[in-house]
């Protein structure tokens, strides 16, 4: 089923996420719901909060990007296949270079900027099934993790932005708030009821 993305303003947004546990109600149809509402906006990466759940739960399928003509074939071919869940996710490490690259957010529609992080990570989640990994990631897949991991910690991208940058955005960002953003989308806006 697809779920309204909840926008801009949206309380549920600035929420430190709490963890569940295997007998979270419904959580396979959840997960479910939250592929179906990724793919319909054209997203690469879901979280929980962006769907109203205050939960420590998000879902990445970075296949869209392995069309880019700006990475290697290497990455290419792991973000083809690369579609996961993370549950309770806890990201252990950042390290390596840090890098700028052009991000959106589906609860930010028509708002794009550069945002700088480390290049590689170790993340600590558990999986749809609840068996626990440990993994590194490095690249565009590390920079969707780390984005999406922002999401259950009360964090959006434009949080990283200079204030000047801030400044700039901050209309659009009231349009988002006032529900006059128009993505292809099911959307909840803050300050308007309905759509």
């Not at 399928?61 to 309770?88: G, H, Q, R, V, Y």
């Amino acid at each position: 089923m697809i779920l309204p993305i909840y926008g801009y303003g949206e309380p549920v947004l600035r929420k430190v996420c709490e963890e569940i546990t295997p007998e979270y109600p419904n959580l396979k149809e959840t997960i479910a719901n939250m592929y179906d509402t990724m793919y319909h906006a054209h997203g690469v990466g879901l979280a929980a909060p962006q769907v109203g759940l205050a939960i420590r739960l998000f879902v990445i399928d970075t296949e869209p990007f392995s069309d880019s003509d700006d990475i290697s074939k290497e990455e290419a071919a792991l973000m083809k296949d690369f579609k996961k869940t993370f549950i309770n996710a806890k990201i252990i490490k950042e390290e390596g270079d840090i890098w700028g690259f052009n991000e959106g957010c589906l609860s930010i529609p028509d708002v794009r900027e550069d945002v700088f992080r480390h290049d590689t990570i170790t993340i600590e989640y558990f999986d749809e099934d609840f068996n626990k990994k440990t993994e590194v990631y490095d690249g565009l897949i590390a920079r969707v993790i780390q984005h999406e991991y922002d999401h259950i910690e009360g964090i959006l991208f434009t949080d990283h932005l200079s204030m000047l940058k801030k400044k700039l955005i901050g209309k659009k960002l009231q349009n988002i708030m006032d529900g006059k953003a128009r993505p292809d989308y099911k959307m909840k806006y803050v300050n308007k009821k309905g759509r």
